[in-house]
């Protein structure tokens, strides 16, 4: 009967001991199952916290410069992308918004890279493109060294 | 070993399972406040509720209260004025360490309710806590603040209430409290009502924590507050117009509720309390739209989705089966405390969802969420004394549901509250395009001292919680 008790308990008794472990793995530096703070504007935007991404730009970071969004995080492999691109690629307009404030000019190319991945959002945000050639943009983010 | 030393050596293993319920309570408090201090003030429904109680003298703010439209909430702008004074630019400590504090508190006074005294009990408190924090009326009282969660508040004096009612016998100053305590929630929050709800039906089930004198006391000011809210006020009830609201398989704008449902409100509201007390039952709807019908519709079902079906409905079932069981409407003279907190928990969810009848939220419904945690105790400790060994295979299947699927459901309610962690902070990147959208401009040096402060604790001063590996996304990343 102990056991069948203890087997009751188990899962939601597990699934606490999981989260206590990861808080206190935290507090002690670490970060179990997430990839960390971010490295960049753009990795920033990419693991969604606008907030880093606003740290890195009013601590000076560049708006515009390409930046390494390691592997895991966007796609299996790292990529190398702008902050402006990102938010596209993940389909963020409040990271466009953002970066709009600061001065980057949403170029047409931005466009384009929407139509290629479906970004939703983005996309009533930026509009569609005519001119654009179907998997021209996101083969050039993903063709960086 | 005589009578004596054996009962005093069965009072001290009950109170090593109560003092092990009650630790492992103050664990599921300790993780959830951790999450919940990764949180901060949200713009939506914060920053503009400190703007508005900023510049307004306590007296004038609550007396503005009276003059509103469907909603009669004084107290609720009070508290956060009291707060927003006391805090005296210590924001994000004094809102978010009270969120913390509720919660522990909500914990506490839930495993206080479930009394705990033997070796099943405390195995089955893991259950109970994870149906209380991993429902889905449980997650908006977490991911949300005002900057206070009024409805957190409605529920911990629900609770509250319970105990209280369900104490041994009335003492003066316990009548009292009680009293003040449903004057100041109702004020507060409409469901309020629901602490006259507990104290009513605990009382005609025969418990006597809150005296007769007392229970006259609550109907009177209950009464004078629905006369005075109908009659005196004219506060009436929120309209069709007043916001979106889920119906079938999608969201209808206050345009559409007003063509579809003006000439015939009543079947809207019929609609809202059928759902309201679906979702606590059988979390569907949610929010008053079918998800989890529409998924079955285009074959496209997700995990987070029909985990919550399975796990509730499997709750529900037990709960049925012990109703039945135990004729509870009918046995009056031989009810337990089991039966009666198993009773006041229907009679909650019926009032509940009855008040609800203008929209329909989850986050309403988490009284009766909250009181289902407690029932489910019971009911899971009654179904494994006495049935469990004579219906093997039903009782693995169904705690197999019930405690993998509530274990889920409380890794996913944690997995939100670090989404949402970075949602707000991308709300304050972006705040001044908010205050253009909602038209709200900053008026003197103070509100932009607020803003200010506010954007600062949420991009510099509090960091946003590492976020879990995008991999996990497709297990819990919905947005209820």
């Known amino acids: 009967m102990t056991v069948s008790y203890a087997l009751v308990a188990l899962p939601p008794l597990a699934i606490t001991v999981v989260l206590a472990g990861i808080a206190g793995a935290e507090l002690a530096g670490a970060h179990p199952l997430t990839m960390g703070a971010p490295r960049s504007v753009s990795e920033a935007i990419a693991m969604r916290d606008e907030g880093a991404a606003a740290r890195f730009v009013e601590d000076g970071a560049s708006v515009t410069a390409i930046g390494l969004i390691r592997r895991g995080i966007l796609s299996e492999q790292a990529v190398l992308a702008t902050p402006a691109e990102t938010a596209v690629l993940v389909d963020a307009p409040p990271a466009l918004e953002f970066l709009a404030s600061r001065g980057v000019v949403l170029s047409p190319n931005l466009a384009c890279l929407a139509m290629d991945i479906g970004a939703r959002a983005v996309r009533s945000r930026l509009g569609d493109l005519s001119s654009c050639r179907a998997g021209d943009a996101i083969r050039e983010v993903l063709a960086r060294p | ?480």
């Open chain 2, 1 to 480: 070993m005589n009578v004596d030393s054996a009962s005093i050596d069965l009072g001290a293993a009950a109170r090593r399972w109560t003092w092990l319920a009650y630790a492992y309570g103050l664990l599921v408090s300790a993780v959830l406040g951790y999450f919940l201090l990764g949180l901060v003030i949200q713009v939506s429904d914060s920053f503009g509720n400190l703007l508005a109680v900023q510049s307004v003298s306590l007296e004038d703010l609550v007396r503005d209260q009276f003059s509103q439209r469907g909603y009669l909430r004084p107290l609720l702008w009070a508290q956060v004025k009291i707060v927003y004074e006391l805090a005296a630019g210590q924001y994000y400590l004094w809102f978010r360490g009270i969120h913390v504090i509720q919660v522990a508190l909500l914990i506490g006074l839930c495993v206080r309710l479930m009394r705990p005294r033997t070796r099943l009990d405390a195995a089955l408190v893991p259950l109970a806590l994870a149906a209380l924090i991993g429902s889905h009326t449980f997650a908006p009282l977490v991911r949300e603040a005002f900057p206070i969660n009024s409805f957190l508040t409605i529920a911990i004096a629900c609770v509250v209430a319970a105990n209280v009612a369900f104490g041994q016998r009335s003492r003066w100053y316990s009548d009292a409290a009680i009293v003040v305590l449903l004057v100041g929630c109702v004020l507060t929050v409409e469901s309020g009502i629901l602490i006259w709800v507990v104290c009513a039906v605990a009382y005609f089930l025969g418990a006597r924590g809150v005296s007769r004198r007392a229970l006259v006391a609550m109907t009177a000011c209950l009464m004078t507050y629905v006369a005075a809210r109908m009659l005196v006020l004219d506060v009436g009830a929120p309209s069709l117009a007043e916001r979106a609201s889920g119906f079938g398989f999608g969201i209808l704008e206050p345009s559409d509720l007003i063509a579809r449902f003006q000439e015939r409100p009543w079947v809207f509201y019929a609609y809202n309390v059928a759902s309201s007390i679906s979702t606590v039952l059988f979390s569907e709807p949610k929010g008053g739209v079918w998800r989890f019908v529409w998924e079955l519709t285009v074959g496209n079902i997700h995990p987070w989705t029909v985990v919550s079906v399975l796990s509730s409905t499997a709750a529900s079932v037990l709960l049925l089966w012990f109703a039945r069981r135990q004729r509870l409407w009918m046995r009056r003279a031989t009810r337990t405390y089991e039966d009666q907190l198993v009773i006041v928990f229907f009679a909650v969810l019926v009032v509940n969802a009855v008040i609800s009848f203008p929209y329909t939220k989850n986050v309403i419904m988490s009284p009766a969420g909250v009181f289902l945690s407690v029932a489910v105790y019971h009911a899971a400790r009654a179904w494994l004394q006495d049935v469990a060994r004579q219906r093997l295979v039903v009782s693995i299947v169904l705690f197999t549901v019930l405690t993998c699927g509530w274990a889920f459901r409380v890794a996913g309610n944690h997995y939100n509250l670090r989404w949402t962690a970075a949602e707000q902070r991308a709300e304050w990147v972006t705040v001044d395009q908010w205050l253009e959208r909602q038209r709200i401009t900053l008026r003197d040096d103070r509100a932009h001292a607020l803003r200010d402060a506010l954007r600062r604790d949420a991009v510099w001063n509090h960091a946003t919680p590492f976020q879990p590996s995008s991999a996990w996304g497709r297990w819990f990343d919905i947005d209820w």
